[in-house]
């Protein structure tokens, strides 16, 4: 008889955003436990998730051959049979090939799961890459509902992604601001930091519509109504501006606040429109010293005077070649259009108390530095770059950028790019999907939303989307308008998915790969994000088991495909060891050094702050938008339509903007990820499913009992696209008027008897088959998921 193994791994688990470090067990071969490793520096705990990895690993419903469909598209039974990797491969080269050929490269549309809720951040910038190797500009991830506000529309105030890629520094915060974030459904890495930042006394303040997570603990909550969180941060601007509680040391010199705005044509002052005009592109303030007005070169970030003397209020009658105008500062701008947000009319909008919006506004002063991070609340509306905007400008008056405790650009392991923006041509760029509706939106970064796909497939608008090659992406439950979704995906000429199990999705393709799970392959990851030595730990993560069946990982998948279609000139002849070998050159890490450290290294790196005032040669660094400085006012998007100064908008389908719907539909819906499930997945792993079988809606007891409803009755969640059902739970913390959904739900649990439902059936389960991508938001297309409206009556 052999001796019985047990062996501990020391890996981390992907499966979340949160990455946390692990050590598996492996027993007599078999992976049998997850547990923390808090020598790691994101292993102070696992989640129920991860303690379910075993599960989910050796579930008996994961994809272990590659598969083609023989029936029809639309048949009930897609008639799948089992193929080599030698053919699936080779059909998915030659379709991709064909297709390009035929229609162009952008034709074929690449789509991944989004790295926060699966393991694709392992070969997410190789997906990538292998999309601008093969010339098409259009990827469809999900970053209109779950990254355009942290990363990109940050950029439009700051140049850089504010908090995404900034880090909030729970360490050394003084005081931290979550909203629209619930780190401890969602981010445990994120939740425990908080609460021993808490604990050392750090103060708290939690912007959600619900008293949930760490709202518990913290000093102010402010229970705003979805969708007008940009009301609520303008009256924080409008409080803080009116006591003084800014710095205004930060504020001149590196923020737009001194430039001049012309009161005449709402633009900001150019030197050219001097009577005595200077360079055109530069800008123009108030020398309050001189009594004139003072040129600014975006190229130095700077003014010729010293940045005390520059106004920011009042107003300025300056000579121009048109005549005498009179100008003001942006913060004088600011200040006035944010003067009627008093505390009550901020009150009236959004529902958060005067009182606690005044005492968390001395808060967010007087404790600072200040750390925030935002997300999913604030991410699914159709006034998400706006709300954005707004919390971005009153973080830049606290002057925590960038400073210790503040958001933090955390020093990174130096690497070699690998997500080869130099091998796509410009021109192809300009044709991603979107471009032309929203220009400065997701296209401009080769981000299509699910709507613009749809779209494309459809009515060919811009023009045919043919092909489809997604790792992952569960896109017909993921986006609102499941069933526009499932005939956009049927329309399309060839759809290759890979994934680990079955999904709607995949239920579409003509060709599934099997996916192997983060457990069984082995993965490079540089820098975990959420500290300085979090981000300077590099992980060659090793295979605690063998991969079941036929599984390939992503990576794998990637680089075979990448040489049939071709391309192995630009993947190392398929080659993943030589690809990992070139990205980790700058690091001086070898593969080997690595390998021999499971656990993974901690590069020694100092932080560094407030890079912006660093010298980057001559002049300061400055931040990378036009003018090098932080944007309160953003000509960028005033140049294209949209308000210059951040602007509260009522969400476009509410109670108030739609009282045509507000009879029918008189209740606001949001929603909120579920703690046992990642986002679509895991319904059918019996030891996540048991606890919560079946979907559920929060609502207000007052709201229940009005309608007859107890917790745990079945309820009908009317929206004005259709009717689905779940379970309430009773919720005490929210506004009656406000309900919490949950999407995701479809898939049983054969373990649990519980059967697969139909996502397109009227009153189904699926969230997203009544819920809509448009009215979107203007310049991201982002879909209002999160500020819908609803009744809810008993089944
Ligand atoms: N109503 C509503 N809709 C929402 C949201 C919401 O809050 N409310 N949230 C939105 C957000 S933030 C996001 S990110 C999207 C998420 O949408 P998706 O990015 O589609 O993510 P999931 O729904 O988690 O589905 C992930 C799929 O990828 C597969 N998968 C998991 N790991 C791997 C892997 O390593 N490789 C491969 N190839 N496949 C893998 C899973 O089996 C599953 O089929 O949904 C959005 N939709
Ligand atoms: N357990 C678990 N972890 C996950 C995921 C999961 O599905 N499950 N998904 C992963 C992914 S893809 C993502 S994007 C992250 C997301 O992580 P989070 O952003 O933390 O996700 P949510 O819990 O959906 O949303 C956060 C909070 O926003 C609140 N909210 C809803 N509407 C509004 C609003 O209009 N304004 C404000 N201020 N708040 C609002 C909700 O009540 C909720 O408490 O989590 C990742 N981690
Ligand atoms: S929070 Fe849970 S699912 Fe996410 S990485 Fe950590 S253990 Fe894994
Ligand atoms: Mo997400």
Redesign the pocket.
């Known amino acids: 008889m052999t001796e019985h193994e047990v062996r501990q791994v020391p890996t981390f688990c992907?499966?979340c955003v949160s990455r946390c470090g692990a050590t598996a067990t492996v027993e007599d071969g078999l992976f049998t436990a997850l547990g923390p490793d808090p020598a790691h520096p994101t292993g102070q705990a696992v989640c129920v998730k991860g303690k379910a990895a075993p599960a989910i690993v050796a579930h008996h419903e994961r994809l272990l051959h590659p598969m083609k469909r023989t029936a029809p598209k639309g048949a009930a039974d897609p008639g799948w049979v089992r193929i080599s990797w030698d053919e699936a491969l080779d059909t998915v080269a030659e379709r991709l090939t064909g297709i390009a050929a035929e229609s162009g490269p952008e034709a074929v549309v690449f789509a991944?799961?989004?790295p926060?809720?699966?393991?694709?951040s392992?070969?997410v910038d190789w997906i990538i890459r292998l999309r601008r190797a093969f010339g098409s500009p259009n990827f469809t991830?999900?970053m209109e509902?779950?990254?355009w506000g942290r990363h990109l529309a940050s950029t439009y105030t700051y140049g850089a992604p504010v908090p995404g890629g900034y880090m909030p520094d729970l360490a050394h915060a003084g005081c931290i601001l979550y909203w629209g974030y619930n780190p401890s459904v969602s981010r445990l890495v994120h939740a425990t930091a908080t609460v021993q930042a808490v604990n050392r006394g750090a103060r708290l303040v939690v912007v959600d519509p619900r008293r949930v997570g760490l709202a518990a603990k913290a000093d102010h909550w402010l229970r705003v109504r979805p969708g007008t969180d940009a009301a609520l941060a303008l009256g924080l601007v409008h409080v803080m501006l009116g006591r003084g509680w800014y710095d205004e040391a930060f504020v001149r010199r590196w923020t737009d606040a001194p430039l001049l705005v012309r009161t005449d044509t709402g633009r900001l002052l150019r030197a050219d429109d001097l009577a005595e005009p200077g360079p055109s592109g530069q800008r123009v303030a108030w020398d309050e010293v001189a009594g004139a007005p003072v040129l600014h070169d975006p190229a130095t970030r700077g003014c010729a005077v010293a940045p005390e003397r520059l106004a920011l209020d009042g107003r300025y009658d300056v000579a121009l070649r048109d005549g005498v105008v009179p100008c003001r500062p942006v913060l004088a701008e600011l200040r006035a259009h944010c003067e009627d947000l008093t505390p009550a009319a901020t009150a009236d909008l959004t529902g958060v108390p005067a009182e606690d919006l005044e005492r968390a506004a001395e808060t967010l002063w007087t404790s600072r530095p200040l750390a925030f991070y935002t997300?999913?609340g604030l991410?699914?509306h159709s006034t998400t770059t706006q709300t954005i905007r707004a919390i971005n400008v009153l973080y830049a008056l606290t002057g925590s950028l960038d400073t210790p405790g503040g958001n933090v650009l955390f020093t990174a392991v130096p690497t070699a790019p690998i997500d080869g923006m130099e091998l796509i041509d410009p021109a192809q760029r300009a044709k991603a999907i979107g471009l032309d509706d929203r220009p400065l939106g997701p296209a401009r970064f080769e981000f299509v939303t699910g709507e613009d796909l749809y779209t494309a497939a459809l009515e060919s608008r811009p023009y045919r989307a043919r092909a489809l090659i997604?790792?992952?992406?569960?896109?017909v439950?993921?986006?609102?308008d499941s069933a526009r979704g499932r005939d956009a995906l049927t329309s399309l000429d060839f759809f290759v998915h890979?994934?680990?199990?079955m999904?709607p999705?995949?239920a579409l393709a003509d060709i599934v790969?099997p996916?192997?799970?983060?457990f069984e392959s082995e993965a490079l990851r540089v820098g975990f994000e959420v500290s300085q030595e979090a981000q300077a730990h590099v992980q060659l993560r090793q295979p605690v088991v063998p991969p079941r069946g036929e599984a390939w990982?992503?990576l794998q998948?990637v680089f075979a495909l990448a040489v049939r279609l071709g391309l192995g000139e630009h993947f190392w002849d398929g080659d993943l060891e030589a690809a990992w070998r070139h990205q980790l050159g700058p690091s001086g890490l070898t593969l080997e050094q690595l390998r021999a450290e499971p656990r993974g290294i901690t590069v020694p790196l100092p932080t560094r702050h407030e890079k912006h005032a660093e010298s980057d040669g001559d002049h300061p660094r400055g931040f990378r938008t036009p003018s090098g400085l932080v944007e309160i006012w953003s000509e960028t998007l005033q140049d294209h339509g949209q308000p210059a100064l951040p602007t509260f908008i009522e969400p476009a389908v509410s109670p108030r903007s739609r009282p045509d719907l507000a009879e029918r539909f008189p209740l606001v819906l949001t929603?909120?990820?579920a703690q046992r499930f990642?986002?679509?997945?895991y319904r059918q792993v019996a030891e996540l499913r048991s606890a919560v079988p079946d979907p559920l809606v929060e609502l207000h007891p007052e709201a229940a009992s009005a309608r007859g409803v107890a917790a745990g009755d079945w309820v009908r969640i009317d929206t004005p696209l259709g009717s689905v059902r779940a379970r309430a739970k009773l919720n005490a913390s929210l506004d009656p008027d406000v309900v919490c959904?949950?999407?995701?739900w479809s898939q049983g649990c054969a373990d649990l008897d519980i059967p697969d439902q139909d996502p397109y059936a009227a009153d189904g389960v699926n969230?997203?088959l009544v819920?809509s991508q448009t009215p979107s938001d203007p310049v991201s297309g982002s879909?209002p998921?999160?500020s819908s409206v609803c009744q809810i009556s008993r089944c």
């Open positions: 992907a499966l991944s799961a989004s926060s809720t699966s393991a694709l392992d070969s991830n999900a509902l779950c990254g997300w999913s991410e699914q997604d790792f992952g992406a569960n896109l439950m993921a986006h609102g890979a994934d680990l199990f999904s999705t995949a790969l996916v192997a799970s983060p990982s992503d998948i929603c909120a990820k990642c986002e679509t997945q959904g949950q999407h995701g969230l997203n819920l879909s998921l999160r």
